[in-house]
């Protein structure tokens, strides 16, 4: 079992920064991919970024890139987003999430078994 504890949400005004941390605990056997996906209000889960636990490789969603960076320090097990120039369309609860996977790229768009207790952010206009 893997557990995932995010921080670091809040209220911002657009152009703002956050930076989400996730800590991750628990039996970890094998590649763990990493990820952070977020829900808007009255909509679903979209994938933003993660890491790919085999590679390091690392994936965007098109619409944070060049504003958000994913990164990882390995002796702390936490991960980073750091989120700039914040726009309105970022609000919603951020969830970090995990899976155990040995493919070369992470995934936006596929199943993760492990789920923290997701984080809210909301960006004011």
């Known amino acids: 079992q893997v557990q995932l504890v995010e921080s670091g949400g809040g209220l911002v005004q657009s152009g703002g920064s956050l930076r989400l941390s996730c800590t991750v605990s628990?039996?970890?056997?094998?590649?763990?991919?990493i990820g952070w996906f977020r829900q808007a209000p009255g909509r679903g889960r979209e994938g933003v970024s993660c890491?790919?636990?085999?590679?390091?490789?690392?994936n965007y969603k098109e619409s944070v890139k060049g504003r958000f960076t994913f990164s990882r320090d390995t002796a702390k097990n936490t991960v980073y987003l750091q989120m700039n120039d914040l726009k309105p369309e970022d609000t919603g609860v951020y969830y970090c999430?995990?899976?155990?996977?040995?493919?070369?790229?992470?995934?936006?768009?596929?199943?993760?078994?492990?789920w923290g207790q997701g984080t809210q952010v909301t960006v004011a206009s």
């Open positions: 890491v790919t636990g085999s590679t390091g490789w690392i």
């Open positions: 628990g039996r970890i056997r094998g590649r763990l991919d």
């Open positions: 999430v995990a899976a155990f996977r040995e493919y070369s790229q992470c995934t936006l768009a596929g199943r993760y078994d492990y």
